[in-house]
């Protein structure tokens, strides 16, 4: 099986550009880089996304996860289901660990990668049972456009489940969480890869503060309605850390 294919590149100057630059040469400890955002809870986090998937009735056949990089949640929900899994991202580097991962864990018959983006995804309507989509909208030029597209494949009674990164809402824990992302996050960052990962630690705290001021919860939870899902849900996890949202695509 072929593992890694092409879709429609972006358009260059985009906010995909930029995320494909920053993660770029970030493929080896990309896992490790966010599991030391998360302080450890990333996988946690991965979790409770694919049990919202994992519980569909009837259970799902095919599931479509964006921007899955190197595969970790792919892997995760081959686990949790027998669907046939895809898995979309940016950049090339990150599907070439991705399909190492998938190969050592004997998937590769069931998990299909592809180079993509997830305001343009290369495939028809409802073809999906389900789709899951981790730390990809502070990445795009509209996430509402976006949102829209990735409901777009999802077949009607289909789920929809995302993890992002959070802004603690709590003042004592949001304080925390500031000095830890501007200090701890962008030292470690140093430490474990060198200035390259320097700069990525020290970018990632003031970009998801950024992308709260712009788009509150609320605002993200309106724009999946709009997109036709409803029993849009959203789960704070790690006392504000990650966020969990999960909704049910409008059926009929």
Known sequence: MRSVARSAAAPAGTPNDFARDLFDGLADRYDL????????????WRAAMVDAVATMQPPPRRVLDVATGTGGVALMLSERTAASIVGVDLTEQMLRRGRKRIIQRSKDDRIRLVVGRGEQLPFADGTFDALTFTYLLRYV????ATI?????????????????????????????WIGYT?????????????????????????????????YPVWSLQDMWRAAGLEAVTSRPMSLGGGLVTWARKVDG
């Not at 030029?141 to 509402?144: M, T």
């Not at 777009?152 to 925390?176: D, H, K």
């Open 141 to 144: 030029a509209d996430p509402a």
């Open 148 to 176: 829209r597209e990735l409901a777009r494949v999802v077949r009607p009674g289909g789920q929809v489940a995302n993890l992002e990164f959070a802004v603690p809402t709590n003042l004592a824990w949001r304080t925390a």
């Open 33 to 44: 880089l966010a599991e030391v955002l998360s302080f450890g809870q990333n996988h946690r």
């Open 182 to 214: 501007r200090t701890v996050l962008p030292l470690a960052g140093l430490l474990t890869g060198g200035r390259e990962w320097y700069e990525v630690g020290r970018f990632l705290g003031p970009s998801i503060s950024a992308f709260y001021q712009r």
